[in-house]
């Protein structure tokens, strides 16, 4: 199947500043990118819609100016916490649909960050 | 709105029993439904989808939409299915943003 990278798998970091994690894939053009946000034994939690090119479609209650996301080329999404604070520690996951969608989308490994 | 439950956090059974975790939906209409399926250490991946009417590693899972449900069956649970199984739900169409149930740990004890 198609493979979809995420760097980096965990990153600790002190609080107040940014970080960024990258989702890409590997082996096909991926048109839209989905980011997750998983709390430990809780479900994902879908955070955002990346779409090459355009803007990020945010859900509901989550912070745009505090969870960056570009998608600037068909196979990398990059998403940047910004001024990090504990509360962000977490595990994001990036999933990806390619051009010729079937109804399967790909994940990455998933990336914890640690919020001292 | 979108709502997927998976009322078992957690489910255990031996080696050759039957297995079958539960998924119940909400949406008003014609959703796509998958499941998902998290080995230890490993990445989320595709397990089946309710339109392809497959049987993945012995998998099965019917859309019952007078239910609402995309219960997952196997009738011979193996050691090697012990992970975490996620129901999702698609609204279908252009739209692939998934919705997730809050998981299923299936522990298959030999």
């Known amino acids: 199947g198609a493979v979809v990278s995420q760097h980096p798998s965990w990153v600790i970091c002190k609080s107040g500043t940014s970080v960024k994690i990258e989702c890409r894939s590997l082996?096909?053009?991926?048109?839209?990118m989905f980011w997750y946000r998983q709390f430990p034994k809780q479900s994902l939690m879908l955070m955002a819609t990346?779409?090459?090119?355009?803007?990020?479609?945010?859900e509901q209650g989550v912070e745009k100016d505090k969870f960056l996301i570009n998608h600037a080329s068909l196979t990398l999404s990059t998403l940047t916490v910004t001024s990090a604070h504990p509360e962000d520690s977490s595990f994001y996951i990036c999933?990806?649909?390619?051009?010729?969608?079937?109804?399967?989308?790909?994940f990455g490994e998933g990336s914890r960050l640690t919020v001292l | 709105a979108q709502r997927v439950t998976q009322p078992e956090k957690l489910l255990s059974v031996f080696k050759g029993a039957p297995v079958e975790l539960k998924c119940n939906y909400s949406?008003?209409?014609?959703?796509?439904l998958f499941w998902y399926v998290q080995y230890s250490r490993q990445r989320l991946q595709l397990l089946l989808r309710?339109?392809s009417r497959e049987s993945i590693k012995g998998f099965t899972a019917d859309l019952n939409k007078g239910e609402t449900s995309f219960h997952l069956k196997k009738p011979f649970a193996q050691e090697e299915d012990s992970a975490m199984y996620y129901c999702?739900?698609?609204?279908?169409?252009?739209?692939?943003?998934?919705?997730f149930g809050k998981g299923t740990l299936l522990t298959v004890n030999p």
């Open positions: 999933s990806a649909r390619f051009r010729g969608y079937t109804g399967e989308l790909f």
């Open positions: 082996d096909f053009q991926a048109t839209t």
């Open positions: 990346s779409n090459e090119g355009s803007k990020a479609t945010y």
């Open positions: 949406y008003s209409g014609s959703p796509e």
């Open positions: 309710h339109i």
């Open positions: 999702a739900l698609s609204p279908g169409g252009s739209n692939y943003k998934l919705t």
